[in-house]
T-cell receptor, first 113, second 111 residues
Framework: DAGVTQSPTHLIKTRGQQVTLRCSPI?????VSWYQQVLGQGPQFIFQ???????GRGNFPDRFSARQFPNYSSELNVNALLLGDSALYLC????????????FGPGTRLLVL | EDQVTQSPEALRLQEGESSSLNCSYT??????LFWYRQDPGKGPEFLFT???AGEEKEKERLKATLTKKESFLHITAPKPEDSATYLC????????????FGEGTQLTVNP
């Protein structure tokens, strides 16, 4: 079975641009979470979606937004990119909303110049 | 605020030299402690979930244990392929599905 997939794998943008990252969860998983991982640090929670509704939001500015589609795939959008947004963006899926192990995808490496 | 601290930051071992990684946590109402392995440039790979003090889980050369304040990841007779960053994360009764991660321990096993 396929694991969590993310696209693109790498992305280079300039300051002020907008970016959309995509995630497909493990088949049957209905919950998707997004994390940002800066080099040398642990992942930081950005959003969680379950059944197409936002269920949690981390301490990130409104420039960050996300949505989940009827097939449970998800997109993370970041507007007005800053140099500090350069990071590995991770998507994780779980079967249900709570008390479930989260399985991570390979991530999208975003570099903002 | 939930806090997770991992130690040491980095650990170098010789092949076959057993050791332990530590994850200490300060949370309100633990609802799960998770260990992940992360290779450079890749996403975290799930290893273990622990829910209550006294619980232990094993997988090959790895064994995870949990107390009320900390968790240990014991590595027995490690091999070079065990080299990776090991991440600890917690979920609490107030965090929903949010995982709070530690900074990780970078393990290098030399042949």
């Amino acid at each position: 079975d396929a694991g969590v997939t993310q696209s693109p794998t790498h992305l280079i943008k300039t300051r002020g641009q907008q970016v959309t990252l995509r995630c497909s969860p493990i088949s049957g998983h209905k919950s998707v979470s997004w994390y940002q991982q800066v080099l040398g640090q642990g992942p930081q929670f950005i959003f969680q979606y379950y059944e197409k509704e936002e269920r949690g939001r981390g301490n990130f500015p409104d420039r960050f937004s996300a949505r989940q589609f009827p097939n449970y795939s998800s997109e993370l959008n970041v507007n007005a990119l800053l140099l500090g947004d350069s990071a590995l963006y991770l998507c994780a899926s779980s079967l249900r909303e709570y008390q479930e192990t989260q399985y991570f995808g390979p991530g999208t490496r975003l570099l903002v110049l | 605020e939930d806090q997770v601290t991992q130690s040491p930051e980095a650990l170098r071992l010789q092949e076959g030299e057993s050791s332990s990684l530590n994850c200490s946590y300060t949370v309100s109402g633990l609802r799960g402690l998770f260990w992940y392995r992360q290779d450079p440039g890749k996403g975290p790979e799930f290893l273990f979930t622990l829910y209550s003090a006294g619980e232990e889980k094993e997988k090959e050369r790895l064994k995870a244990t949990l107390t009320k304040k900390e968790s240990f990841l014991h590595i027995t007779a490690p091999k070079p392929e065990d080299s990776a960053t090991y991440l600890c994360a917690v979920r609490t009764e107030t965090s929903g599905s949010r995982l709070t991660f530690g900074e990780g321990t970078q393990l290098t096993v030399n042949p």
